[in-house]
């Protein structure tokens, strides 16, 4: 079984910075793909950065420039840095990996952007 434990959401005022983490653990031989998706409510979910074993990244155009995905493969984690953050990036992150062929997803965290 491989789990994916998120952390770092919270309220935060317009502008400001968040940084979450996405630990994975459990039975795990190869992490390939990971990234981080968000769900607002009533909305789909959505690809927010997705970071390759070798750092390759993809942003989604709604975040570019705002947003940092890194990934420390030692520790099976990847982060996520969210700079100039809007109400609109109100939603719940979810963090998801590509281990050994398999696709897993974390619980979430809320992220909370409001004066």
């Known amino acids: 079984q491989v789990q994916l434990v998120e952390s770092g959401g919270g309220l935060v005022q317009p502008g400001g910075s968040l940084r979450l983490s996405c630990a994975a653990s459990g039975t795990i031989f190869t992490i390939y793909d990971m990234g981080w998706y968000r769900q607002a409510p009533g909305k789909e979910r959505e690809l927010v950065a997705a970071?390759?074993?070798?750092?390759?990244?993809v942003y989604a155009d709604s975040v570019k420039g705002r947003v940092t995905i890194s990934r420390d493969n030692a520790k099976n984690t990847i982060y996520l840095q969210m700079n100039s953050l809007k109400p609109e990036d109100t939603s719940v992150y979810y963090c998801?990996?590509?281990?050994?062929?398999?696709?897993?997803w974390g619980k979430g965290t809320l992220v909370t952007v409001s004066s």
């Open positions: 970071i390759s074993p070798g750092g390759g990244t």
């Open positions: 998801s990996a590509d281990v050994d062929g398999m696709n897993y």
